[in-house]
């Protein structure tokens, strides 16, 4: 989308409404026929809401969520912070990365994927891992943006289990997220 201003900024109260509403989007868009349709069907969007409130205000200390804005309204976002699973203080985790379909292909993922990899950077990280569900079209471009695949888990979603890959970057290299 040529011509228009892209802002990218840090989340505040008031954003959740418009991320939980591209997260949900999102994840019925990339998800469907690997998760349950069922589960994707039933998705909550207060509950997406409230999560998201709780993230954005707790976010300083916690974690960061960045936003993306086009013409003021938010059209995708990425969060992270500690990894989940580890207990190595300087290992990192991208917790999520959405954007509208409309607005891909244009550059923008590339520039919240550096975005919040220099945040994660910035807070003293020096590996940042993030998870992907196997068989999501979005794997080809964390591994056009320098993910190694370190590994496979399971990860359960309404009550399944499912595979997905772990992608890794190391941050002390000078092209990581590249």
């Not at 690997?34 to 909550?44: K, P, Q, S, V």
């Not at 709780?54 to 309204?73: F, Q």
């Not at 891909?104 to 950077?121: C, F, S, T």
């Not at 943006?145 to 009550?159: A, C, K, L």
Request: hydrophobic share 35%.
């Amino acid at each position: 989308m040529k011509g228009k201003t892209y802002i990218f900024r840090q989340a505040q109260m008031g954003d959740e409404a418009r991320i939980a509403a591209i997260q949900l989007k999102g994840w019925k868009d990339a998800y469907a026929g690997i998760l349950a349709a069922d589960y994707l069907n039933n998705l909550d969007t207060r509950e997406r809401v409230r999560v998201w409130r709780e993230i954005i205000h707790y976010a300083p200390s916690r974690s960061c969520l960045l936003v993306i804005e086009c013409e003021r309204e938010i059209v995708g976002f990425a969060s992270g912070g500690v990894a989940h699973d580890q207990e190595n203080k300087y290992h990192g985790e991208i917790y999520s990365l959405y954007l509208q379909r409309e607005f891909q292909g244009i550059g923008l993922g590339k520039e919240l994927l550096l975005g919040m990899v220099n945040e994660l950077k910035t807070r003293g990280f020096r590996q940042v891992e993030l998870n992907v569900l196997k068989g999501s079209r979005t794997i080809g471009f964390y591994e056009k943006m320098g993910g190694e695949i370190i590994r496979e888990d399971q990860t359960p979603i309404g009550g399944e289990y499912y595979p997905e890959c772990v992608f890794f970057w190391d941050l002390s290299q000078p092209k990581a997220g590249r």
